[in-house]
């Protein structure tokens, strides 16, 4: 009898312990969530024009207050508009600082020129480029975020921006307001 008293004073006192820890990681936890929403809603380019790293630190800036939401040039005026909505503020101009808005594009290597050196596959942030040194290297065009980070290292100027193919997997309705502004 006495040990599953033990063990019921053990539970309630667990379940205090969990209450606590909830109500003080609460404030953490909201930070974390609006990140991570705010992160489902950039394009994933990890293009670094918007001064971070990436576009999840770039979501925690802004989840922060350290960054404004006008800084993806891949994103656009679409992106900025539902960053706003999210977070309940004014949407603004795309900051020219960081770039302007383009078509979504893709990078191809012309594989006649490419001499193999692997500097872009070093470059790409998410991994779309296959190939093996000093053999020819191509780009996986459904992987492709279209940052260009693979041209500037490339020593043979083989790298070229082309728009992206249409997807169907990628494409949904716009939104009405995304279709009249």
Same mark, same amino acid.
């Given at each position: 009898?006495?040990? #599953?008293?033990?063990?019921?004073?053990?539970? #309630?006192?667990?379940?205090? /312990?969990?209450?606590?820890?909830?109500? +003080? /990681?609460?404030?953490?936890? !909201?930070?974390?969530?609006? /990140?991570?929403?705010?992160?489902?809603?950039?394009?994933? &380019?990890?293009?670094?024009?918007?001064?971070?790293?990436?576009?999840?630190?770039?979501?925690?800036?802004?989840?922060?207050?350290?960054?404004?939401?006008?800084?993806?040039?891949?994103? !656009?005026?679409?992106?900025?508009?539902?960053?706003?909505?999210?977070?309940?503020?004014?949407?603004?101009?795309?900051?020219?600082?960081?770039? +302007?808005?383009?078509?979504?594009?893709?990078?191809?290597?012309?594989?006649?020129?490419?001499?193999?050196? +692997?500097?872009?596959?070093? $470059?790409?942030?998410?991994?779309?480029?296959? %190939?093996?040194?000093?053999?020819?290297?191509?780009?996986? /065009?459904?992987?492709?975020?279209?940052?260009?980070?693979?041209?500037?290292?490339?020593?043979?100027?083989?790298? $070229? #921006?082309?728009?992206?193919?249409? $997807? &169907?997997?990628?494409?949904?309705?716009?939104?009405?307001?995304? $279709?009249? %502004?």
């Amino acid at each position: 009898m006495s040990v #599953v008293i033990a063990m019921a004073v053990l539970a #309630v006192g667990a379940l205090g /312990a969990a209450r606590i820890l909830i109500a +003080t /990681a609460s404030p953490l936890r !909201g930070s974390h969530d609006v /990140a991570l929403r705010i992160d489902r809603l950039l394009p994933q &380019t990890q293009c670094g024009r918007c001064l971070y790293a990436g576009c999840r630190p770039y979501a925690e800036a802004i989840a922060r207050g350290e960054a404004r939401i006008n800084q993806c040039p891949p994103g !656009g005026a679409a992106t900025i508009r539902r960053l706003a909505r999210l977070l309940g503020v004014e949407p603004l101009a795309l900051n020219p600082r960081h770039g +302007t808005e383009v078509p979504a594009s893709v990078v191809v290597i012309d594989e006649e020129t490419c001499i193999g050196c +692997t500097k872009c596959i070093q $470059a790409c942030p998410v991994d779309a480029i296959l %190939g093996a040194a000093r053999q020819m290297h191509t780009v996986i /065009a459904a992987d492709c975020t279209g940052c260009e980070l693979c041209i500037p290292p490339c020593p043979v100027d083989c790298i $070229a #921006v082309v728009p992206a193919p249409a $997807a &169907t997997h990628a494409w949904r309705w716009p939104t009405p307001a995304e $279709a009249s %502004g």
